[in-house]
């Protein structure tokens, strides 16, 4: 026979202590996403204005918003994209350095000071930059157009300042690198040591058991983290602000005094100036570079998430 | 009638040749100073130009991998030569990435030290100074008050999120907190400020607002998904035994998380967010936006413009007046000032997270 249990389970009694808490932390969390919400929203209604703007509300010779904004968008992405060519075969580098070839016990250490890297201020790098790096590079420059000034993307005439749009990316590049390096590390490092031992118990060598089974195991961690890098240079401002001598225009050439601007910079250039419908025309464009951003990192993040998925990691 | 043949004889991958154990650093060292010599020889041959160390370092260090491989080649087969040559090529990334640092720290110790060193840089503002001398006592005090007042905003919202996320976020709001939470910390500083400034102007209909508090904000939208996600990794170390006992002893729920679960992981939360404080007090994009700058003293953060360390920085490099050196010299103590910040900041919290973090027996 069966007998019915009745399903009346035991409550435990609520606490008013209980509901208060709980609701706070649920108010907290879902103020996040209402503070991302409102950035959008709030910088939306503001850039309004920009879109309708006539041709005597820009500075330069763009007629309207979209003609403004496209040079300064290529410049961002041109600027990032250099940065991420510079930055990425070096992060894979030195994760690698850190995770498979330094001694165990220095390999954390080494880690604090790659970190160390992204502790610095941007507004640090930037008077580093304009400093140091680019009357160092000056004379290089010279000779690279000199010699390879027949490849376009040396065409001279080169910049005497040396504050060209590849000092940017050099400087952009050492800003992004911790970032990459961290989570290539942490990737190498989940590397299930199976795979590592069974292809070394074969007879490879250290560098064949990385391309066997380190880097096909990381490889979706090493693009994910090229994203968020490239995130944080599409969006790094004072740097750029402060090294580049900069041209609103669409140029390939890296080493001449004419380079294209970043929108984070030419923002942060004339926003203290800007009056009327400028600071409009601002926001719009830091609209743009809002959206380009919130892409690649949604985009990012959907890749980390779905190889956590599967790999079993945390 | 068998015949028997005879076989070629294999080459032994066990006995072949290897190099001699030191051949490395050996090979490092001489290839060094032969590109040293040549650099010498052409440094003498057009006089007037001083000796290029860096020029040496690079092309020797090329010389050494082009060198090592041929070698490893000839004496260790092709394999062994890959092996040898990516060894070099990653080491040597890891010191390249540790020069800009070296130089970095270098240049502004150097540069800073002079003015960080004269007595009122820490006593006095900017008001009314034209040439050399003056402080950046405006700019710390801002730099306090607006980066205090983010913690204090971001803390509590932060850590409550954090807090949802581990003990109460089941199903599809915690999933999209979490995407969003990421997704944040992607957003450019700048816009940040933007936000702010978008926000407070149509507030307070004033098109050129600046003020301390708006800073604040700007800075907070920055650093709580920073707090969240290291607090919430923090809170997931804490063992779901001290939980189960907590409860089984009829404790409520809310007081298990304040009296075990937060007590377990307050240093690894101190961590985080002194980490996340060093992360946005060098930030001046935002600040540059929505407080403004300023060469007077300013306590109120809720009216006028207010300066801090990071837009001094680029103030002084920014606007030079007719003493350029001054200013540049000013420029190069915030930015001592800044980089002195916050390594103090990650060494404390480092030290926390050493000294106080629960051994959890792994």
């Known amino acids: 026979m069966t007998t019915i249990v009745a399903r009346d389970s035991i409550r435990a009694p609520q606490r008013a202590g209980d509901r208060i808490f709980s609701t706070a932390t649920v108010v907290a969390g879902s103020l996040i996403l209402a503070v991302l919400a409102a950035v959008a929203a709030f910088l939306l209604m503001q850039s309004l204005p920009a879109f309708v703007a006539t041709p005597a509300d820009f500075n330069g010779d763009a007629t309207n918003f979209w003609a403004y904004v496209w040079p300064l968008a290529f410049g961002t992405l041109w600027s990032a994209l250099l940065a991420l060519l510079i930055a990425i075969p070096l992060a894979i580098g030195i994760a690698l350095f850190i995770s498979h070839y330094a001694p165990r016990r220095l390999s954390q250490g080494l880690g604090y000071i790659i970190d160390l890297l992204a502790a610095v201020p941007s507004v640090v790098f930037g008077l580093w930059g304009i400093g140091v790096l680019a009357p160092l590079l000056q004379p290089f420059y010279t000779s690279l157009v000199e010699w390879f000034g027949w490849i376009p993307l040396f065409a001279g005439p080169v910049s005497g300042t040396g504050r060209t749009i590849l000092t940017v990316s050099i400087v952009l590049a050492v800003m992004v690198l911790p970032i990459i390096t961290a989570i290539c590390r942490e990737i190498f490092l989940q590397t299930p040591v199976l795979y590592e031992e069974a292809s070394l118990a074969l007879g490879a060598t250290r560098w064949e058991m990385i391309a066997m089974a380190v880097l096909p195991f990381g490889r979706s961690g090493i693009i994910s983290a090229s994203m968020l890098g490239l995130g944080r240079a599409l969006g790094e401002t004072m740097a750029v602000a402060m090294v580049l001598s900069p041209s609103p225009q669409v140029i390939f050439q890296l080493l001449t005094s004419q380079n294209p601007t970043t929108i984070a910079a030419n923002i942060a250039l004339n926003f203290p100036e800007a009056h009327g419908t400028g600071v409009n025309i601002l926001l719009a464009t830091g609209l743009v570079l809002f959206v380009i951003t919130l892409a690649v990192n949604m985009v990012a993040r959907v890749i980390i998430n779905r190889r956590k998925a599967f790999s079993g990691a945390n | ?362």
């Not at chain 2, 800073?112 to 820490?122: E, H, I, R, V, Y």
């Not at chain 2, 034209?130 to 905003?153: D, E, K, P």
């Not at chain 2, 700048?190 to 607002?209: E, H, Q, R, Y």
């Not at chain 2, 002084?316 to 001592?336: E, P, V």
Request: hydrophobic residues 55%.
């Open chain 2, 1 to 362: 009638m068998s015949t028997t043949t005879v076989a070629a004889p294999l080459p032994n991958s066990l006995t072949a040749g290897k190099l001699p154990k030191h051949s490395s650093p050996v090979v490092l060292l001489a290839s060094w100073l032969v590109t040293a010599a040549v650099f010498l020889i052409v440094q003498l041959s057009s006089a007037g130009t001083s000796f290029n160390v860096a020029g040496t370092l690079f092309f020797g260090t090329v010389l050494y991998c082009v060198a090592i491989y041929l070698l490893s080649y000839f004496v260790e087969g092709v394999r062994k030569a890959k092996d040898r040559l990516v060894t070099a090529l990653v080491t040597a990334a890891f010191v390249i990435a540790l020069l800009p640092l070296i130089s970095l720290v270098a240049t502004t110790v150097i540069n800073g030290l002079p003015a960080f060193l004269t007595p009122t840089f820490f006593t006095s503002s900017q008001r009314n100074v034209v040439g050399a001398g003056g402080g950046a006592l405006h700019a710390v005090i801002g730099t306090l008050f607006i980066t205090g007042l983010a913690t204090l905003i971001s803390v509590p919202i932060g850590l409550l999120s954090a807090i949802y996320l581990t003990e109460y976020g089941r199903g599809r709001l915690a999933r999209a907190i979490t995407f969003f939470v990421d997704v944040m910390t992607g957003i450019p500083s700048i816009v940040a400020g933007l936000f702010a400034f978008a926000l407070f102007s149509l507030l307070f209909n004033d098109p050129g607002i600046r003020f301390g508090f708006g800073g604040a904000i700007s800075l907070s939208v920055l650093m709580i998904p920073v707090v969240v996600r290291s607090s919430e990794e923090m809170l997931k170390l804490v063992p779901n035994e001290l939980r189960e006992a907590a409860y089984a002893l009829g404790v409520p729920k809310w007081l298990t998380i304040l009296k075990v679960v937060l007590p377990t992981s307050l240093a690894g939360i101190v961590t985080g967010i002194m980490i996340s404080i060093s992360r946005v007090i060098g930030e001046t994009a935002p600040l540059l936006i929505i407080s403004g700058f300023t060469a007077s003293m300013n306590y109120n953060l809720f009216s006028e413009r207010m300066m801090t360390l990071p837009v001094f920085v680029y103030t002084q490099y920014a606007n030079q007046g007719t003493d350029t050196q001054a200013y540049l010299d000013r420029a190069w103590a915030g930015a001592l000032t800044l980089i002195l910040i916050v390594m103090l900041l990650n060494a404390l919290a480092r030290l926390i997270a050493k000294l106080f973090s629960p051994k959890l027996g792994r």
